[in-house]
T-cell receptor
Framework: AQKVTQAQTEISVVEKEDVTLDCVYETRDTTYYLFWYKQPPSGELVFLIRRNSFDEQNEISGRYSWNFQKSTSSFNFTITASQVVDSAVYFCALSELTGGGNKLTFGTGTQLKVEL | DGGITQSPKYLFRKEGQNVTLSCEQNLNHDAMYWYRQDPGQGLRLIYYSQIVNDFQKGDIAEGYSVSREKKESFPLTVTSAQKNPTAFYLC????????????FGPGTRLLVL
């Protein structure tokens, strides 16, 4: 069975600090997708990024960057110069094809608190 | 604007009562999903549907039922058989199956009176 582990339950930083959220996954699939979602206090999950298993090119988008390491089964997410608006729960997820479906396995989330 | 709507935002259920959560999307997505989120936990899949008139059980389908009569709609019924229904319910959709990105609605919080 697939598994996603987010060992950091809660992280607190001061505004403008950089912060990295860790994600480690387990899968027997040779081809898979990894996702990061953000859940602000309103509750809606906001899609941030999707990365496939055969493309290890890391990506930067504004203050966000992602580091995919297939050798260590990790897909970490970094926020540079954090802001109060970044405060949210962040979920890492792994896709699995099940009977032609598109099941997502989620980690338990990391609560990020950015304070002034 | 395209998106996913869920209603109501809050729902209260009495003991022994069935309640239905609404999920509508105008993104022209083929696949739709229902997830349950409990405090401090990730999301768990209840049911999903790849096409109209077809759906499959997820990891925690017991006590729930769904229908998919229209492409745009995927209502979830929480039956009296679900003994611990208090949770946050999220609906999602994707353009089609095959590891495409799932987009989520705003959620419905279900509470038991």
């Amino acid at each position: 069975a697939q598994k996603v582990t987010q060992a950091q339950t809660e992280i607190s930083v001061v505004e403008k600090e950089d912060v990295t959220l860790d994600c480690v996954y387990e899968t027997r699939d040779t081809t898979y997708y990894l996702f990061w979602y953000k859940q602000p206090p309103s509750g809606e999950l906001v899609f941030l990024i999707r990365r496939n298993s055969f493309d290890e090119q890391n990506e930067i988008s504004g203050r966000y960057s992602w580091n995919f390491q297939k050798s260590t089964s990790s897909f970490n997410f970094t926020i540079t110069a954090s802001q109060v608006v970044d405060s949210a729960v962040y979920f890492c997820a792994l896709s699995e094809l099940t009977g032609g479906g598109n099941k997502l396995t989620f980690g338990t989330g990391t609560q990020l608190k950015v304070e002034l | 604007d395209g998106g996913i709507t869920q209603s109501p935002k809050y729902l209260f259920r009495k003991e022994g009562q069935n309640v239905t959560l609404s999920c509508e999307q105008n993104l022209n997505h083929d696949a739709m999903y229902w997830y349950r989120q409990d405090p401090g936990q990730g999301l768990r899949l209840i049911y999903y549907s790849q096409i109209v008139n077809d759906f499959q059980k997820g990891d925690i389908a017991e006590g729930y039922s769904v229908s998919r009569e229209k492409k745009e709609s995927f209502p979830l019924t929480v039956t009296s058989a679900q003994k611990n229904p208090t949770a946050f319910y999220l609906c999602a959709s994707s353009i089609r199956t095959g590891r495409k990105t799932q987009y989520f609605g705003p959620g419905t919080r279900l509470l038991v009176l």
